[in-house]
């Protein structure tokens, strides 16, 4: 029931679960918001063929690492989710679901989280709701009066629902890479980016990818993760360099009824646009306490808010530590977290 704690985590993903271990092992009174149903957070809805950039052993959430997964050297998605929900139940942690978080205010000494099922008041408030549900669209002239299909990566599941199609796929990052590989398969793909695509090395899986996260949040100055590219060379994505089609086009100038227009010209007919766009973080909950949300990035000291000291950020990318997106990243910044929580609260 709502009442008083501690600590308020918004968000039951992994950033989220992530900060309950902790919060749990220091023995502070807290509570996990989720707005989903079940356990799993956005892992639950990516497309089909989605999977982990490396083995199991390399995405621990903190106490107990990622199971193997039979069969799959890359564990699925699913097994992702299986394992969100493991650990919830494995160390008890307090999760609240369906409960949607509309809005945190100041109350005083206090901050009231304000929910569809009533009032939290806390000390503090940890914000791990990542950026699943804010979809970016880029503001392209003309995408009202395309007649075709536009989805986001967030609406995609598999490219069964584009065979015999003529799809333009936008973005540069890993989602346009792998959802062009498998459409490319059974539709006519054009693949579209702002700026040149950016390859890994076939060698860099997310294997060295997390030993490029551990050094740089132990300190180290050498390179990061974004220095080696944009975009891992996964088994799809390499087959499909192998069949010739990741050849990105630049960026074109607008939506036309039926297609797209370069600002050369050239015109190119097609059935369905996939924006794979990226996100945006989700702080609408924040917005009476953060003036500045809708920029995406807030000012922060490691994970503390600066405009609001009672508040911490956790999962939405580098600006809230290296890596915190990732499985093992968020854990490291929810270590962190909860020790600086618990030596204010001990203060």
């Known amino acids: 029931m709502p009442g008083s704690c501690d600590v308020v985590v918004v968000g039951g993903g992994q950033a989220g679960l992530a900060a309950g271990y902790y919060l749990r092992r220091a023995g502070l009174d807290y509570v996990i918001l989720d707005a989903q149903t079940h356990s799993g957070g956005a892992w639950r809805h990516g497309w089909e063929s989605l999977r982990l950039f490396s083995p199991a052993e390399y995405s621990p959430l903190p106490g107990w690492g990622m199971p193997r997964q039979e069969g799959e050297e890359f564990p699925t998605a699913e097994h992702v989710v299986d394992y969100l929900r493991a650990y919830e139940q494995r160390y008890d942690l307090r999760v609240r679901r369906p409960v949607r978080v509309r809005e945190v205010r100041r109350a005083g000494e206090r901050l009231a989280v304000q929910t569809d099922a009533g009032a939290w008041l806390a000390r503090y408030v940890i914000s791990a709701t990542g950026t699943w ?57 054009t693949w579209v980016t702002l700026r040149p695509a950016r390859f890994m090395p076939d060698d860099v ?143």
């Open 133 to 189: 549900e804010r979809p970016y669209l880029p503001d392209i002239p003309g995408r009202a009066e395309f007649v075709g299909r536009q989805l986001h990566t967030v609406n995609y599941t598999s490219p069964e629902a584009f065979r015999g199609q003529r799809v333009v796929v936008v973005g540069g990052g890993n989602s346009a890479a792998q959802i062009l590989a498998e459409v490319s398969r059974v539709a006519e793909a």
């Open 205 to 347: 899986d997310g294997r060295v990818l997390f030993g490029v996260a551990t050094r740089k949040a132990a300190g180290d100055a050498g390179e990061s993760v974004s220095d080696l590219g944009d975009i891992v060379m996964v088994p799809s994505v390499r087959d499909a360099r192998k069949r010739g089609v990741l050849h990105p086009r630049p960026m074109f100038a607008r939506l036309t009824a039926h297609g797209v227009y370069w600002a050369d010209g050239t015109e190119q007919p097609c059935d369905a646009v996939i924006w794979c766009t990226g996100f945006r973080p989700n702080l609408t909950h924040l917005a009476p306490i953060l003036p500045g949300w809708r920029q995406g990035e807030v000012s922060v000291e490691s994970t503390r808010s600066v405009d609001e000291p009672r508040l911490y950020l956790l999962g939405y990318g580098d600006w809230t530590g290296p890596a915190s997106a990732t499985l093992v990243g968020a854990g490291r910044t929810a270590k962190a977290t909860v020790a600086d929580i618990s030596a204010r609260l001990a203060g």
